[in-house]
């Protein structure tokens, strides 16, 4: 018998199977296209280049940006994980892509300048080993036939036989791979067939491959580039009960143990024939924002998790006022700080000052001693800082310690809706 | 007044050229009247030439990386502005540094409007297929960018689309690359460029990969400003995507969830060995049905392990053999033979070990006569190191003994060196691990190193013995090790 699916398949055109796929891959929160090595095709024989940034080539009204070709090879699946669109139990039309028509679409949308490469990823087909084995066949032939040399992110399916996810390395820019939930009981809870310590496997074979491969052999000849643009992994937030300081201490780890260039939060949003199982809220987006906030001071400023997370009530960010401004309200007496004077790490934690606008501090401050309209010029925040520095001409007074500072910042108490 | 003619293209060239003139021969800023592509107004023009020395001069190279960026802003004051920095740096060298100085913040500014706008082309350029018969394809593109940022642009076009010709058509100046050469010409109206069916594709894929739960308008138009929209093929369908945004959600919401597809029940008893079982019942009943690697196939059965379930020593061997994978029981082989005998020297009860294999199905190929074992690969090892991880956590055992490389390398993780570490005792998360050859190696060998190899085992077997009687740890010992 043929059944209704296959049916569906047989008359799919491009167009709606494009419009099936991509639908499918809009959980996945990751679109960066940055940080591999240099290409270009100046020699005239290929198709594309890479330059340490990526470009976002167009942005949705969802104010994500759009810079590569995110896809599904597939979203038939045999796994039933609650929170996903694609799992087996849902309803939603299935379609499958052939190699041809996955790499005419990137090749023809880059050619017009739409996208920087591609983002694969896909469902679970028969078993682990063919779906990963069926992408990594993609990859090989933009990159071998095509003379692909735009950027290409392959999701990583994390049953796959390590020699097959060690293939994907040589082609893909990067791999990812999802831890999908903060903790390993919410993934057997919400993903009964996805086992964390296989997840955790994967990573750490990825990151042993990209060790590898940075090693030169006994002749000096270096092994070929491994996933140059590291890997990356997504955790859903506000779909289990998992608190901000479980899921930034859960990052931490992460980062560490195998060196995840970003950890992605993607907040929790509701799916079409959703189960019963999940919550069908708005998704908390303050929430993935404070994360990132979190994640970015982790990683760029300095502070660790346990400071971030020390004043959270019941273990979650203020969603009121960013983290920074929160550890700052609660460290006031290592405040006002002059800025003339003060260290690095110290300008770091300023409110309102971020990386670059303490890098200017650092230099023109050799120059000349620093105002408050000089401080403007630099690119700090002053709305935010002036309560906690003090320069040439000002100083912040009592206001550091004034107890309605928080509120100051924090937005006007909303009324509850009543419906 | 000196004026200073600067062209439009090549305009940066023309700048530094007369500038650095101009520095050599002394000319302060307010003497200087720069006419961009003759768009000076005629009442201060004077008759007096620029100078044309060449003279080297020194300029930090801070500002040499900023001028080349901020002449191609669109404020008519750049050229002066930058002049009259740069008349400064002759006497102040460090003023590159002052961040907070007026007037470098303002130039700064400029630099980064511009960056901004090339930025911004790349990333908007919409390029159309021109479907041109010749040996290379052929794209155009209509841009509006708003400051000069075509010509020092067109380079980052070149080397990434080098294997098609483009033009990039703008009001300002026009890019074309052809056949790997780059030139620049006057700009132009809007031209008409044949339709594209990739649009409509694309048309698709945008609002497909929008989320309408995750509005956000303001953080797309902070990136994606209306100006630009009338060049972007996609741009079109945003007001329909906001409009219909809230109702899809509502809608998404109210619609009942719907009974599961009839595949999946077929599906779900698929996987059901997925999750770790927790009891040898479970694990019995998940090996027989296991598919986890395409062994079972051919194989006539999965062979588990057999033994009492309290043992304090495992044996794991490498896969089961013909003999038995048609018996369906671990060692009844010719090598599970030879390994009983070599037991019996050593004083080791085999019939009180758990014995099973690192792959629980036979792999082989046909022979002639009889089907001929097949080493398995790293693949198989490690979809079975699934089970042969059930069973070291069910069975708990004091110590574990790797016959061969394969054993060894499910066991402790590493499958290297056999030789060199055989009659060794390795610590494991899942206690130490006693490392000695397969038996089948021992078969395979020429009759005259038997003996000696024999011996060998028979005195890693012993070893076997001894630690046994040593380790007897009590238990709440062996909690905290696992």
Redesign the interface.
Known sequence: MV?EHTMNNMTQT??QK???L??A???DASCTSSGTTRR??????????T?GAG????????????SL???LMTNFC???CAYCVNR????VTRARFSVDEVVS?TL??Y????IEGLFLSSGVIR?P?DTMADMVRIAKRLRTVE?FRGYIHLKTIPDA????IAEAGLYADRLSINVELPTDRSV?AFA??K?PATIRAAMGDVRASRDASKEKSHTGKRPPKFAPAGQSTQMIVGADGATDATILTRSTSLYDDYKLRRVYYS?F????????KLP?I??P?MREHRLYQADWLMRFYGFGVEEITAGAQDGNLDLEIDPKLAWALQNRHRFPLDVNKAGRDMLLRVPGFGTKTVN?IL??R???T?RY???L??GASLKKARAFVTALDWTPGNLTDSIDLRARFAPPPEQLTLF | MIGVPLPRIGTWEAWRDAARGLLSARVPPEDILWNWDNTATELFETDIPPPTTRQAIKVPADFVAMAQWVVWHKDPQRFARLYALLWRLRLDKGAMADRADPELARLRQMEKAVHRCKHKMRAFVRFRDLRSDGPRRSFAAWFEPTHHTVEPNAPFFARRFADMDWMIVTPDVTAKFSSGTLSFHEGRERPDLPDDAAEALWGTYFQNIFNPARLKVSAMTSEMPKKYWKNLPEAQYIPDMIAQAETRVREMAETAPTLEPARVARIHAQLQEAPQPASWNLLTAGLAGCTRCPLHGPATQVVPGAGPHDAALMIVGEQPGDQEDLAGTPFVGPAGQLFDQLAARAGLDRKAAYVTNAVKHFKFKEGAKRRLHVNPNTSEVSHCKFWLDTERTLLRPKLTLALGGTAMGALTGDAKAVMKRRGSIEDTPHGPVLITLHPSALLRMPPAARPEAEAAMVSDLQLAVRTLASLAPPMDQRQARG
């Open positions: 059944s491009l167009q494009l419009a099936i991509s639908d891959a809009r959980y270009d095709s100046r020699d005239g024989k290929g198709l594309g280049s330059e470009i976002c080539h167009a942005y949705a009204p969802d104010g994500r940006c759009i070709l995110k896809i045999i796994y039933d087996v139990s849902s309803n679409l023809e949308f050619r017009r300048n739409y078993n080993d003379n036989a390590p020699e097959i057997q009964p067939e086992n907040a949003s509701p799916i079409p024939d959703s189960t019963a069908l708005k998704p987006l200017r230099t023109t050799r120059y000349r620093l309209d000089d401080l010029r630099l």
